[in-house]
């Protein structure tokens, strides 16, 4: 389990659980809605990251699901401002959870990179 050890591994699980615990803190008619979301957004970065290392292909099969991850990353900024301007999260919320993944996606793209310049 190499992905373990990779630092946006780290940050997007424990982010996705942070987003899964908060998604229930939003009010009940929400929880299958942008709750639902939201949860299954933030998992599939961690979860992209370790199918695409576990799988153990190509360099070019490890790049698409860290893609699929930087998507699922893109989709997450987008909900978080959703929520923030729909005042479903409050700013200290969203300020946190905005930057951490603003990082994610920056490890992600260099995570990408290092892979290209091993080839």
Known sequence: ?????LDVYKRAYKLA????KFSLELPRYLH????SQIRRSSRSI???IAEGFSRNKSDKDKKNF????????EEMLFNLKFMRDTDLINLEKYE???SEYVICGKQLMNLMKSIDTRN
């Open 1 to 5: 389990m190499i992905y373990n050890g």
């Open 32 to 35: 299958n809605d942008i709750g």
């Open 66 to 73: 860290l893609r699929d991850a930087l998507g699922s990353n």
């Open 46 to 48: 961690p979860s992209q």
């Open 96 to 98: 946190y959870f905005f």
């Open 17 to 20: 659980i942070e987003i899964h």
